[in-house]
């Protein structure tokens, strides 16, 4: 018995063999235990001889399990870490990896520096009621700044709005007249113009709106060409151009002493000169009051500028259409910014 079952041991290669080994051999119903238990029918002479045998043989057995279990233990272990052994060394599988858009790029870091400045972010719909887009920024029906902003029209009062100034008077009308009013608005926008290289039916726009107590064109002029230190990270020369929007009164355009940029950041262009890059100006009394402000009580500036315009100016892209057509080979390009 001791040699069968020692030879049996031995051959075994699994940990699951060896366990129905260890039942048939040493379990309640094993042959050793089958022979332990007949030693009542053995002779009171024989019955040590018979027992210290059947003892030795059980130990050894025991001992033999115990030792190829750990056999087959250390064989699975070395098994598994040859299988799953890694070569760090392999070329690796390149994952497709996205990037940010150019004009979201710009986007967000317009909306960094406002935040930082206390502004607050805020959204309007992109498909408008003529009143909002229009009548209460004090255009009327036959205002010739109508055919400025050549509009999309779904019904004759609903259009998409063709810039984000009704944003102004949704934030003003959503504070009940409380002050401070200080928000951005970044969004789509919408014109009929023909697309070419610097005109797209369909572009961006970040608008503005401060309205408080004493608010005065300095406070505008201060907070814009802070603004443009930061988007463009040095330092500039900014200058206020007299201007029109009937929803602002004196209206300016805002210039930049001319920067180029390219893939390590912007400098001074070698000639000087100026870059146009937001309109502004101080809220119309007639835009303050239809939105619920006493105009005697408050003042404010609101600007309005184009993420495309600044975004073809900051990396140096020369057609509008490349932000729209996503093509891949030009998005690869901002993979790092
Ligand atoms: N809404 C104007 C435009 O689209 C820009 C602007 C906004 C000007 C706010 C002044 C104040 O042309």
Redesign the pocket.
């Known amino acids: 018995l001791k040699e069968e079952a020692a030879s049996s041991i031995e051959s075994v290669s699994t940990l699951e063999q060896l366990k129905d080994l260890r039942v048939r051999y040493l379990g309640k119903k094993g042959e050793l235990t089958a022979i332990l238990r007949g030693m009542k029918d053995v002779s009171p002479e024989e019955r040590p001889v018979i027992g210290s045998l059947a003892n030795e043989i059980r130990s050894f057995l025991e001992q033999e399990i115990a030792a190829k279990e750990d056999q087959l233990e250390r064989e699975a272990l070395e098994d598994r870490l040859r299988e799953e052994k890694l070569d760090v060394t392999l070329p690796g599988k390149p994952y497709p990896v996205g990037s940010i858009h150019p004009l979201n790029a710009v986007i967000e870091q317009v909306e960094d520096i406002f935040i930082g400045m206390g502004f607050e972010v805020a959204e309007g719909p992109e498909v408008e009621t003529d009143s909002y887009n229009f009548e209460a920024l004090n255009i009327p029906k036959d205002h010739p700044a109508r055919d400025m902003?050549d509009s999309f029209y779904i019904t004759p009062e609903i259009l998409l709005r063709?810039?984000?100034?009704p944003v102004?008077v949704r934030s003003m009308e959503a504070k009940e007249g409380r002050v401070p009013v200080k928000i951005i608005c970044p969004g789509k926008v919408y014109r009929r113009d023909d697309d070419d290289a610097t005109h797209s039916h369909q572009f961006t726009?970040v608008?503005g709106l401060v309205v408080d107590r004493g608010i005065a064109m300095s406070e505008l002029h201060g907070i814009l060409a802070t603004f443009a230190e930061k988007l463009f990270g040095m330092k500039l020369e900014t200058r206020l151009r007299p201007s029109f929007?009937p929803?602002?009164e004196p209206?300016v355009e805002m210039d930049i002493s001319c920067v180029q940029c390219g893939g390590d950041g912007c400098r001074m262009c070698k000639n000087s000169g100026w870059i146009e890059i937001l309109?502004?100006?101080m809220v119309h009394p007639r835009v303050l009051e239809g939105a619920g402000y006493d105009s005697e009580r408050y003042t404010g500036f609101?600007?309005?500028m184009g993420p495309d315009r600044i975004a073809l100016l900051k990396y140096g892209i020369d057609d509008i259409r490349h932000f729209y057509t996503n093509d891949l080979r030009f998005l690869r390009q901002f993979q790092s910014v």
């Open positions: 902003q063709t810039h984000t100034s102004q726009q608008e929007f929803f602002t209206s309109g502004a100006g609101a600007f309005g």
